[in-house]
């Protein structure tokens, strides 16, 4: 073979790698000189097939052979949804946010995707990426938090949940963790000792570390995750393809929050009452569908 060729061959098999396959999708020797043929008219044996695949190991590519030949990208799908989620909720222009979380998206290979609450999605509340270092701060000291709790109104701002003498409620917590489910974070605390509980990030307002330790978690009668439920809907999603359509109809206003933590600037407020709002949503029927159902949401659609 030409050296031309052969330089050309051992950069054609890494395109089809790091292009076309990752942990979980792995191809055969085989289908790799078929892919030359077809993609690259280049013809390979096994031999040199199998000697670039090597060149490539020793190179220091991550190309890997585990039932088969793949490239380990040097992010896992975990890991670029954390930077994704954090750029999401960070205090930069919607258009650097979407960039930056459209390039982490291309470092996941061929068959990762950013959760739906990506497309588009801004942060409703500007103390978010605070509230998020605060957080972790907290668990690292292992001190209790305090902080107010709100809901998006129709202007997408968060406003404090108030008590029955319309007083903004204050919540004292003792945190242990932080998740990332479906694109947003939630601090996962206890307010007591019966249950642990959680409180979205984007929704948590004037948020203060204490000076009293945190509750022990051993300490907490009930264990039980309390995000079971919401982790359900980004694995269901995930699948979910074709053309988005913009969908208008009328919602119960105490769930706009719940609306645009999903959907983002996808969800565009036309009208509002005391009780409903009227909205348009662009999204793919499938994932809507899927998202009221899951959220239980009754709508009447116009």
């Known amino acids: 073979m030409p050296a031309q060729k052969k ?8 395109g089809i790698l790091r292009d076309g396959t990752d942990p979980t999708h792995r191809i055969r020797q085989a289908e790799i000189m078929e892919r030359l043929e077809r993609d690259y008219a280049l013809t390979a044996t096994r031999k040199s097939v199998r000697k670039n695949l090597g060149d490539l190991q020793d190179a220091g590519y991550p190309v890997v052979f585990n039932k088969g030949w793949y490239y380990d990208p040097l992010f896992d799908w975990q890991d670029l949804d954390l930077l994704a989620a954090s750029a999401a909720v960070s205090s930069l222009s919607a258009e650097r946010r979407n960039r930056i979380i459209s390039r982490l998206e291309k470092l996941g290979g061929p068959y990762y995707h950013v959760t739906p609450s990506f497309g588009g999605a801004h942060p409703v509340n500007a103390q978010s990426s605070y509230t998020l270092d605060l957080a972790r701060a907290a668990i690292a000291q292992e001190k209790q938090m305090s902080f107010r709790y709100g809901d998006a109104d129709i202007d997408r701002e968060v406003y404090p949940r108030l008590d029955e003498s319309g007083k903004p409620i204050q919540y004292r917590v003792s945190p242990y963790r932080l998740e990332l489910v479906g694109g947003r974070f939630s601090l996962i605390c206890s307010m007591d000792r019966e249950k642990l509980v959680a409180f979205r990030i984007n929704r948590i307002l004037d ?16 264990t039980a995750d309390p995000l079971e439920k919401d982790r359900l809907l980004p694995m269901l999603a995930q699948g979910i393809t074709g053309k988005p359509v913009r969908t208008r109809f009328v919602m119960p206003r105490n769930r706009l929050t719940d609306l645009l933590d999903w959907f983002g600037i996808n969800a565009q407020i036309e009208g509002a009452t005391d009780t409903e709002i009227t909205v348009s949503v662009l999204a793919v029927p499938a994932e809507l569908e899927m998202w009221l159902r899951h959220q239980g949401i009754e709508i009447r659609k116009i």
């Open 207 to 222: 948020a203060r570390i204490l000076k009293a330790d945190s509750r022990p978690i051993d300490t907490v009668e009930n």
């Open 7 to 14: 330089k050309m061959l051992i950069l054609a098999i890494l």
